[in-house]
């Protein structure tokens, strides 16, 4: 009688997840525990990397794998595929191919075009060629090209669905007051950011000021890497689907490389939770 293993939830590392990444990683790899200086060991890099880090986990909420990934700081058309593990009692299931298509999707998501990753053997050299890494001649990295866009017309790589880039997004101060104004001239006093002119008016994104109400007033989210281009999609959706989901209103004001995206003050917290739930970075304010 065979016993059949479900399907392993896969999400986006959080750092409390550091501690159960470093005992797994005793328990499932070779070497006596605590060998090694692995990457993994150190929780500054682990939380460094969480926006490109995944987990697995069975329906008990036990961890069964997990992924270290990046995107390099200095090649920004290449991400970094650095170690997968899988338990014992869930490998030959998908867990590593489940994991490795979520950070395929996330780099595509992210501009990157190549992914480099240790060349491995056996079982691992099989997963890699089976996810179209190839070996690079004179170097011990298998490359795996990603192309422009997704190879299935946009679901992600092998066809899973519902993987969006992950991003870093500062949060602007000071805070943001919307107003719409039916004469469509452009304010006399300059005091805005930003200004769009539509038929049925113009609507004027300011600074609030000492007297603008709470329930008036919106936290700004820009994108910390900004610059991506005009040709990479699913950015926009990367961010307002998270919070669309969590009943955060938005505003949104795009600029030449980035998206400016406005959330009410008052709901900044359930706002930055679903987006680190989504996998993306926060970083604290700045001017």
Do not use: K
């Amino acid at each position: 009688m065979t016993t059949e293993f479900p399907a392993p939830a896969v999400r986006p590392a959080r750092a409390a997840d550091h501690s159960r990444v470093v005992r797994a990683l005793d328990a499932w790899c070779s070497g006596p525990p605590g060998a090694g200086a692995h990457p993994v060991r150190s929780r500054l890099l682990f939380e460094d990397f969480l926006a490109t880090c995944c987990t697995a986990e069975d329906a008990d909420g036990a961890l069964v794998g997990f992924l270290i990934g990046s995107l390099s700081q200095t090649d920004r058309r290449t991400a970094h595929l650095h170690h997968v593990a899988v338990a014992p009692r869930a490998r030959r299931r998908g867990v590593a191919a489940a994991l490795c298509e979520r950070f395929l999707s996330v780099a595509r998501g992210g501009g990157r075009r190549l992914v480099r990753c240790e060349a491995a053997a056996g079982a691992g050299a099989a997963l890699l060629a089976r996810l179209g890494f190839v070996p690079s001649p004179g170097t011990p990295y298998a490359l795996l090209d990603l192309g422009t866009n997704p190879p299935d017309g946009g679901t992600g790589p092998a066809g899973v669905p519902g993987t969006e880039p992950a991003l870093r997004l500062r949060i602007l101060g000071p805070d943001f007051v919307l107003e719409h104004r039916a004469d469509p001239r452009e304010p006399r006093d300059g005091n805005w950011h930003a200004l769009v002119r539509a038929p049925d008016g113009l609507t004027v994104i300011r600074e609030a000021g000492p007297a603008t109400p709470e329930e008036e007033r919106w936290t700004g989210l820009y994108d910390a890497d900004a610059g991506h281009g005009l040709d990479v999609p699913g950015l926009l959706a990367a961010v307002i689907t998270p919070l669309a989901g969590a009943a955060v209103p938005v505003f949104v004001a795009s600029t030449y490389h980035a998206d400016l995206v406005l959330v009410p003050r008052s709901l900044g917290q359930r706002a930055y939770a679903a987006l680190r739930g989504a996998g993306h970075q926060i970083l604290d304010t700045v001017p």
